[in-house]
């Protein structure tokens, strides 16, 4: 959702690389997932709104989501 953390790692069990935060989502795609866009910085290269999964390499593809929502019943 809007505002969530994005946690990029080179491994599912690696230290984080890279954060960002959850800028947009589009309706969903004919795969069934959304089209999420993040804002980050990307180093001294200035801030960036990039789709999730198109960092540089060095960031890594693994990636999971933050949020400080409470589950509700």
């Keep these: 959702m ?3 953390v994005v946690v990029y790692r080179l491994s599912a069990e690696g230290d984080a690389t890279h954060v960002g935060i959850v800028a947009q ?7 069934g ?3 999420v866009k993040v804002l980050s910085q990307w180093g001294a290269h200035g801030e960036f709104v990039h789709l999730v999964d198109q960092v540089p390499d060095v960031y890594g593809r693994s990636v999971e989501y933050w949020t400080d ?4 019943p």
Excluded: E, F, H, Y
């Design 2 to 4: 809007l505002g969530d």
């Design 25 to 31: 989502v589009l309706p969903l795609t004919a795969s």
């Design 33 to 35: 997932q959304p089209v």
């Design 69 to 72: 929502r409470r589950n509700k």
